[in-house]
């Protein structure tokens, strides 16, 4: 996505297609972490001494450390980009000039993505135990939460273009004014985009997960799916139905409520948002 071209960042055909795009990373980042058994030491603060103070889990320790290295890279200067770790350093390159494209918000949702990743995906894409790769499993939990974290507060881009188009514009100002969280999460949700969302994800999650044969054919019979799959494409369905898309949808809740504050409707200028 091309955020220094403000058109491009909220036009909803072009949001879908990155999302759609992240759809792949995320798919190609769980089949890579799923490869290593859980390694729940990686997990447990206190296991490891840093030489630094610090006393977290080793993966606490490497994302601040790779975030520390993406921060001087101006990652987290772009719109679509939230850390997990706090404070980081500013740039070593200069800023890029980003149009205005969201309103002001303090809305980061990575300590949940951070909780259900551990909690609940972790222990469905990966095997129990131990099998000491310690490094490779955190350094591929790190880009499965990255891609998570991009795909989800997306939720703010779409919530914009949605509460931009004139045609609802004034049922949203409605509805922020009243805190309808329902209303709102009704008049957001597309059930037949979710469907073929999920559908689109299984079809990939069933061909990502399988290797491709010498003759360029990929083999989809139940009885290999069992003996090869990297990934069950039921918990990577499940995943987006009880998890991606659900806190995208309160991302883009949370978004809204604070859409009007400060804001002056152009449409009548003797009103204001917050009003």
Known sequence: MNLLNKNDALSLAKLRDVLIRLEDTIIFALIERAQFAHNECVYRPGVYEFGDGYQGSFLGYLLREMETVHARARRYTSPDEYPFTSPLPGPVIPALD?????????????????????????????VPGDDLNYGSSATRDVECLQALSKRIHYGKFIAESKFMN?????????????????????????????????????????????????????????????????????????????????????????????????????????QCGDQ
């Not at 002001?104 to 551990?118: A, E, H, P, Q, T």
């Not at 985009?193 to 559908?199: D, F, G, I, N, T």
């Not at 799916?225 to 998890?243: A, G, T, W």
């Not at 409520?257 to 152009?266: F, T």
Request: contains cysteine.
């Open 98 to 126: 980003f149009p205005s494209i969201l309103h002001k918000n303090n809305i980061n949702v990575n300590s949940d993505i951070m909780d259900r990743y551990l909690q609940d995906i972790l222990p469905r894409i990966c």
């Open 166 to 270: 004139p045609a609802e514009q004034n049922e949203y100002i409605r509805l922020i004014k009243a805190k309808d969280r329902d209303g709102l999460m009704e008049l957001l949700t597309n059930r037949a985009v979710e469907a073929a969302l999920l559908r689109r994800l299984r079809r990939k999650a069933m061909i990502y997960g399988h290797d491709i044969t010498e003759n360029g054919e990929i083999v989809l019979d139940d009885s290999a799916q069992q003996q090869n799959q990297k990934i069950s494409p039921d918990v990577v369905v499940d995943l987006y139905e009880r998890f991606v898309i659900p806190l995208t949808k309160e991302v883009e809740v949370d978004y809204l409520l604070q859409r009007l504050d400060g804001w002056q409707n152009p449409n009548d200028p003797g």
